[in-house]
């Protein structure tokens, strides 16, 4: 099995910066996608920013020039770094990967972890 572990949840000031990270570990071949996605009270998960393993990235609108992805393959660790926070920046954050476990199946599992709070105050 497979799992995602997230850190570097915290409370922090408005314009304040945080560096969340996800580490994938257990039984893992190959690791395609991996990304950030948060969730506030009452809101639908969306999508923060996502990257390939060859480092193309995808950033939402709401937090492009703020936020940068980043993804160490050798530590199969993905990286948030989180500048001028904003107070609506506040939610869970959970890491999501996809990951392929053998060599013989050639799937991909989607794989959550198990998500870091991060509040921003004003």
């Known amino acids: 099995q497979v799992q995602l572990v997230e850190s570097g949840g915290d409370l922090v000031q408005a314009g304040g910066s945080l560096r969340l990270s996800c580490a994938a570990s257990g039984s893992i071949f190959d690791i395609n996608v991996m990304g950030w996605y948060r969730q506030s009270p009452g809101k639908q998960r969306e999508l923060v920013a996502a990257i390939t393993s060859d480092s193309s990235t995808n950033v939402a609108d709401s937090v492009k020039g703020r936020f940068t992805i980043s993804r160490d393959n050798a530590k199969n660790t993905v990286y948030l770094l989180m500048n001028s926070l904003k107070p609506e920046d506040t939610a869970v954050y959970y890491c999501?990967?996809?990951?392929?476990?053998?060599?013989?199946?050639?799937?991909?599992?989607?794989?959550w972890g198990q998500g870091t709070l991060v509040t921003v105050s004003s």
């Open positions: 999501n990967a996809q990951i392929r476990t053998s060599l013989i199946w050639s799937g991909y599992l989607e794989v």
